[in-house]
């Protein structure tokens, strides 16, 4: 089974820098859409990047957009979320999901593989 294994997250200042990195062993992420979530305690699962299995579309919620890029290297068989400009409010738990194109790709329940989650606290 696919087991997407994210790392990055941290401790950073406001107006800071953190690159997420979403991979997985076993199975290759190259011919899978990745997309980008994050919960805050006590808020529901949000949206926050996409990109399609071919790297072709992308997608950013609103509140990111400028901010945050999201590529894939496939030599390396990884996907990137790099998060600048960071402010209080990303502080949340970042999940990567792997799963086919999907035309509305920024709701969760769509997603069937998920990874454990890296904690991002932005904070001075």
């Known amino acids: 089974q696919l087991q997407p294994v994210e790392s990055g997250g941290g401790l950073v200042q406001p107006g800071g820098s953190l690159r997420l990195s979403c991979a997985a062993s076993?199975?290759?992420?190259?011919?899978?859409?990745i997309g980008w979530f994050r919960q805050a305690p006590g808020k529901d699962r949000e949206g926050v990047s996409y990109?399609?299995?071919?790297?072709?579309?992308?997608i950013y919620v609103d509140s990111v957009k400028g901010r945050f890029t999201i590529s894939r290297d496939n030599a390396k068989d990884t996907v990137y979320l790099q998060m600048d400009s960071l402010k209080p409010e990303d502080t949340a738990v970042y999940y990567c999901?792997?799963?086919?194109?999907?035309?509305?790709?920024?709701?969760?329940?769509?997603?069937?593989?998920w990874g454990q989650g890296t904690q991002v606290t932005v904070s001075s």
């Open positions: 076993g199975y290759t992420l190259r011919s899978y859409a």
């Open positions: 999901a792997a799963g086919s194109d999907l035309a509305t790709p920024m709701t969760a329940r769509f997603w069937p593989y």
């Open positions: 990109i399609s299995s071919n790297g072709g579309r992308t």
